[in-house]
């Protein structure tokens, strides 16, 4: 048609892929030193230091969440802030101050939706940070968690591969770790 712009076939396959690449190395963190205190100690306490690996924070989890939340999730930024105030009120005090079972019972009642001050709910938050925490410690580390590649290593996943041979595909077979992020290894992981 005369006057329209043709849009090559290029520019649609590429623009296909803008989400995926949506969140870069350069993302700066967003959550101030409370709430992140605070994101913390709800990460540790759904994936805690134990003898099987790291923390959700040692891993990086929280370092995921956070610069996520100044890119691509940033439209979440207010929902979460607020959730993280909500968390410290429903404690009675900063969360991360709690003991760890007064911390697994806070947490539990959340799940439960018992948990009052959440909007909009508390099993919604619960879900939502469980997610990302989830995210941050089993994604590429490439996005900010999965630091030194522990969340791989604790389900024993041997990273991103084109290809493996004949001895690698057999049942039972241990496979050597691939230490190397989907984005390759030009971007420091």
């Keep these: 048609m005369p006057g329209k712009k043709r849009i090559s076939r290029r520019t649609v396959i590429a623009g296909a892929f803008v989400p995926v690449t949506a969140l870069t190395a350069a993302a700066k963190a967003t959550l101030t030193a409370p709430q992140r205190k605070t994101l913390e100690a709800f990460a540790d306490r759904l994936m805690p230091h134990d003898e099987y690996g790291p923390s959700a924070s040692e891993a990086g989890a929280v370092e995921y969440i956070d610069r996520s939340l100044s890119d691509y999730l940033a439209p979440e930024k207010p929902a979460i802030v607020k959730g993280l105030a909500a968390l410290d009120a429903f404690a009675g005090r900063p ?53 030194a590649y522990a ?24 496979i050597k770790p691939f230490r190397s992020s989907a984005h390759g290894s030009g971007h420091g992981h």
């Design 95 to 147: 969360f991360a101050e709690l003991s760890p079972v007064e911390q697994d019972q806070v947490i539990a009642a959340m799940e439960k939706n018992t948990a009052t001050g959440f909007e909009p709910d508390s099993r919604t938050f619960f879900l939502r940070i469980r997610q990302l925490t989830l995210e941050g410690m089993f994604g590429d580390p490439f996005y900010g968690g999965n630091r």
């Design 151 to 174: 969340g791989w290593d604790l389900i024993r996943y041997p990273g991103p591969r084109l290809a493996v041979g004949p001895d690698e595909q057999k049942i039972g077979v241990e």
